[in-house]
């Protein structure tokens, strides 16, 4: 088992920052990506950006720029930066970690972080 506890998120004014973190534990082996996804009310889920054991990341087009995932291995902890804020970024951010064990994969998340970014 992995767990995932996320922090940082809140209410700022469009044009502002926030770096929300999320802090693993627990079965930390064979981790092969961690990240975090949103879910805007009425929408999907959505992945906001990912990174991987190898440092490879993922992200969305509508944060290009603007986010950057990096990780702390040391204190199993990933981070999003996220800089020039919108509205339409206000959302929960979920992290998630993805572990491989043989053939299996297994998937885990947070409990969310609400982001409110006001116009």
């Known amino acids: 088992q992995v767990q995932l506890v996320e922090s940082g998120g809140g209410l700022v004014q469009a044009g502002g920052s926030l770096i929300p973190s999320c802090a693993a534990s627990?079965?930390?082996?064979?981790?092969?990506?961690m990240g975090w996804y949103r879910q805007a009310q009425g929408k999907q889920r959505e992945l906001v950006e990912a990174i991987t054991s190898g440092s490879s990341t993922n992200y969305a087009d509508s944060v290009k720029g603007r986010f950057t995932i990096t990780r702390d291995n040391a204190k199993n902890t990933v981070y999003l930066q996220m800089n020039s804020l919108k509205p339409e970024d206000t959302a929960v951010y979920y992290c998630?970690?993805?572990?491989?064990?043989?053939?299996?994969?297994?998937?885990?998340w947070g409990q969310g972080t609400r982001v409110n970014v006001s116009s």
């Open positions: 627990g079965s930390m082996f064979s981790i092969n990506a």
């Open positions: 998630n970690a993805k572990r491989t064990q043989g053939s299996i994969s297994f998937e885990y």
